[in-house]
């Protein structure tokens, strides 16, 4: 069994930064791709960024030069800065991990339970 735990999220004023954490436990023998999505009220999930096992790192275009995604390996943990927050990062945020476990041989995917964060005045 794998869990996911998701950690940072909360109420920021614009301009203000956050970094939010999921941190995967479990029967893991390796993970690979890490991602953040998000879900604003009324629309569907997008994703936010996106880290290979390699560690090469892409943005959705609304976040470039404003969020950094980044993996601890060791800690199977993937967490996201995000700097210079605008009213409309307003979202649900989700960490999504392709895992490895230890019975299955293959990877899949894994999906946090969500994290809030609200970004206004």
């Known amino acids: 069994q794998v869990q996911l735990v998701e950690s940072g999220g909360g109420l920021v004023q614009p301009g203000g930064s956050l970094r939010l954490s999921c941190a995967a436990s479990?029967?893991?023998?390796?993970?690979?791709?890490m991602g953040w999505y998000r879900q604003a009220p009324g629309k569907q999930r997008e994703l936010v960024a996106h880290?290979?096992?390699?560690?090469?790192?892409n943005y959705a275009d609304s976040v470039k030069g404003r969020f950094t995604i980044s993996r601890d390996n060791a800690k199977n943990t993937v967490y996201l800065q995000m700097n210079s927050l605008k009213p409309e990062d307003t979202a649900v945020y989700y960490c999504?991990?392709?895992?490895?476990?230890?019975?299955?041989?293959?990877?899949?995917?894994?999906w946090g339970k969500g994290t809030l964060v609200t970004v206004s005045l």
């Open positions: 999504n991990l392709d895992i490895v476990t230890l019975e299955r041989g293959y990877g899949m995917d894994y």
């Open positions: 479990g029967s893991i023998f390796s993970i690979n791709a």
């Open positions: 880290i290979t096992s390699g560690g090469s790192p």
